[in-house]
């Protein structure tokens, strides 16, 4: 019993450290964290903990590792090495917490591995900023607190008499020797605590994993930086970091402009008066005043909704002639809306076209720019533009959106409410990749219909029905795929004929799209072209009258967004 407690003594005390280190981050930076808006300390304390816990976890293992042995080995080297794998963690835990608090004031986002990138190419320069006092000063603050950490574990987890069954009873003298079963149990016990420290690590049991995002709450960025623990994110930035100067290097630079100036930005492109004519979006003039008012927040305004379809293309949709029936919806949107008929994915996963479609950024082969949270934070996003101009930003998923940080991505990019899986109620069925499309457009009829006040909104809706293992509610295909594509598509008909019912069709613009090339069928290869041909759709009663854009495009550039 007493291994038992020693652990989740040292479990509950990391944490804490953990939570002090925030606190002492948001006092030291109150000033900045409240000049970017609201900063609720409590809900951050709350979010943080995710990360303090998984923090908690890894330091656990090794601890966990002495107990279970010295269930069988009672030796006073286990304690040596107990007090000093806990004073090299009192240290870096001591380290990451000041150097957090410090270095913040200078970069403006939390502890990554951009100190080692420092001192790893000139140590010398980057102490040179620093002054001898500050520095002494530095060094007494973290001897101070490594020993306040040190002390307090040591003082309440008392690993001597964990490990060597001393206690005041006894005195200096060991507990008699337990009997084999005894020890048994123990072990089990020990190593059932040990398999549940994977849960806090991973960040719980879903398919999303712990990420620095995990922890991104607020339209606040600075707020969400503090509630980032610092061990975890200079260990995530270290473990994930890509030298991305050094990749696709085939040949020189002055070349590899030559090549690129031919290929981009030619002035027949530009300046094509044609292509701008077939460009044109025919949009109802009750559609622009309504947004007009919208924006001097005289009425409700309009509704810009954005579908992300998961993996479809224009390979399913019936006027290709590969299959008939699946995309009914989509079909008939295509014939009553805009159409862009040359519209390609950038890339072949949710991460990466996530950021094309709503950055207008370039998806990368082998990264993820989602996967940086210090870099995201710079990024355009089409949410935050049209918040500028007064658009409340909603972005409504049935899934984890703490996987592939794509929550610290969408805050930054100006999403003000984020709905994911754990917003939706706890006794709807969910698979792997959290609620089916059904009850995703459900939610997003009623987050629609609940905005009551006055303005333009934006909607971005995603789906994921129609990702692999394709697990949905109907059985109209024999092929897996082609039946979630079907769900899929009757689950958006259903959700626009909701529109159409709460009379929000006339004041509402429409665009569909998909997040990334075609997974139908399952035997293409990247070099067939049709697998990246993807449908972009505009529709809504913004509409006024069907057209077709043979123009060739792609979510490749701020500019798109024009």
């Known amino acids: 019993m007493k291994k038992a407690l020693a652990l989740i003594k040292t479990f509950i005390l990391v944490t804490l450290i953990g939570t002090l280190g925030h606190m002492a981050f948001y006092f030291v930076n109150e000033t900045i964290i409240k000049d970017e808006g609201d900063s609720p300390f409590f809900q951050m304390l709350w979010n943080a903990l995710r990360l303090d816990v998984a923090v908690a976890g890894y330091v656990c293992f090794v601890p966990a590792l002495i107990l279970i042995v010295s269930v069988w080995w009672n030796r006073k080297a286990l304690v040596y090495i107990w007090r000093t794998y806990f004073g090299i963690i009192s240290l870096a835990l001591a380290m990451a917490t000041l150097a957090n608090i410090v270095l913040y004031g200078y970069w403006g986002f939390p502890l990554d591995s951009t100190p080692l990138f420092y001192l790893r190419t000139s140590p010398g320069d980057a102490m040179a900023s620093v002054e001898t006092l500050d520095l002494f000063l530095g060094f007494v603050v973290l001897v101070v607190i490594t020993l306040f950490i040190y002390y307090i574990i040591e003082k309440l987890v008392h690993p001597r008499r964990a490990m060597q069954g001393k206690s005041r009873r006894h005195g200096s003298q060991p507990v008699p020797r337990s009997p084999l079963k005894v020890k048994i149990g123990r072990t089990a016990a020990l190593i059932l605590l040990t398999a549940l420290l994977v849960i806090p690590v991973r960040g719980g ?10 922890v991104f709450f607020s339209n606040n960025f600075r707020l969400n930086h503090c509630a980032v623990n610092p061990v975890f994110s200079f260990l995530y930035s270290v473990t994930h970091d890509e030298d991305f100067a050094s990749k696709y290097r085939f040949m020189d630079d002055k070349e590899a402009t030559e090549r690129f100036q031919k290929m981009v930005y030619t002035k027949q492109r530009d300046l094509n008066p044609a292509d ?10 009750d559609f622009l005043k309504s947004l007009e008012a919208g924006k001097a927040g005289e009425e409700q305004g309009v509704n810009v909704v954005m579908v992300i379809m998961e993996s479809f293309s224009s390979y399913i949709m019936s006027e290709k002639g590969n299959v008939k029936g699946v995309t009914n919806t989509i079909d008939a949107l295509s014939n009553q809306g805009v159409y862009f008929t040359n519209f390609y994915a950038n890339s072949f996963r949710t991460d990466r076209g996530l950021v094309a479609i709503l950055s207008g950024y370039p998806a990368q082969p082998t990264s993820s720019l989602m996967k940086y949270p210090h870099k995201t934070n710079n990024l355009y996003g089409i949410a935050r533009s049209l918040n500028n101009v007064g658009f409340a930003t909603h972005y409504i998923y049935g899934g984890d959106a703490n996987f592939t940080n794509m929550r610290a991505y969408l805050h930054a990019t100006g999403f003000e409410t984020i709905i994911s899986e754990e917003d939706y109620d706890s006794r709807i069925p969910k698979s792997k990749w959290g609620v089916d499309d059904s009850y995703l457009f459900q939610r997003a009829i009623k987050e629609m219909t609940a905005q009551k006040q006055s303005g333009n909104r934006l909607f ?36 626009i004929a909701d529109i159409k019912r709460k009379k929000l069709w006339d004041s509402t613009l429409l665009l569909i799209v998909p997040d990334h090339l075609g997974c139908y069928p399952a035997k293409m290869n990247n070099f067939q072209l049709y697998r990246y041909q993807i449908p972009l759709i505009l529709s809504g009663g913004a509409i006024t009258k069907p057209k077709r854009i043979p123009v060739i495009r792609s979510f490749c550039k701020r500019k798109d967004w024009r």
């Open 205 to 214: 049991l879903s398919v999303a994993t712990n990420n620095v995002g995990s």
């Open 276 to 285: 701008t004519t077939a460009m044109s979006v025919p949009l109802s003039p």
């Open 460 to 495: 971005v809706v995603q789906t994921s029905s129609s990702h692999e293992p394709y697990e949905v509610p109907v059985d109209k295909y024999k092929d897996k795929a082609l039946n979630a594509f079907y769900f899929a598509d009757k689950c958006l008909g259903d959700y």
